[in-house]
């Protein structure tokens, strides 16, 4: 059975950081492209960063030079470092993997 299980979400001021993890199992983790996506109140859900097997990245816009997405084939582990949070990053965080998707954490940036 897969699962994809996000952590590390919650309540941050403007100008903070969080790290986002997302524990796989059930899969081949590192035969996978891996990404993360967020869904704000009343939007739909969008790409923030992508990895594929090989390491290579690929950011929206609006996170680049903020997020960071990184991967930990040996521990089946997906990660988002997130700076600079800004409160239009407030969203539930979600991590993809070929068709699975985890449940999703709540990030939340405001004062």
């Known amino acids: 059975q897969v699962q994809l299980v996000e952590s590390g979400g919650g309540l941050v001021q403007p100008g903070g950081s969080l790290r986002l993890s997302c524990a796989v199992s059930?899969?081949?983790?590192?035969?996978?492209?891996m990404g993360w996506y967020r869904q704000a109140p009343g939007k739909q859900r969008e790409v923030v960063a992508n990895i594929t097997t090989g390491g290579s990245t690929k950011y929206a816009d609006s996170v680049k030079g903020r997020f960071t997405i990184s991967r930990d084939n040996a521990k089946s582990m997906l990660y988002l470092q997130m700076n600079s949070l800004k409160p239009e990053d407030t969203a539930v965080y979600y991590c993809r993997g070929g068709s699975q998707w985890g449940r999703g954490t709540q990030v939340t940036v405001s004062s």
């Open positions: 059930g899969m081949i983790f590192r035969l996978y492209g």
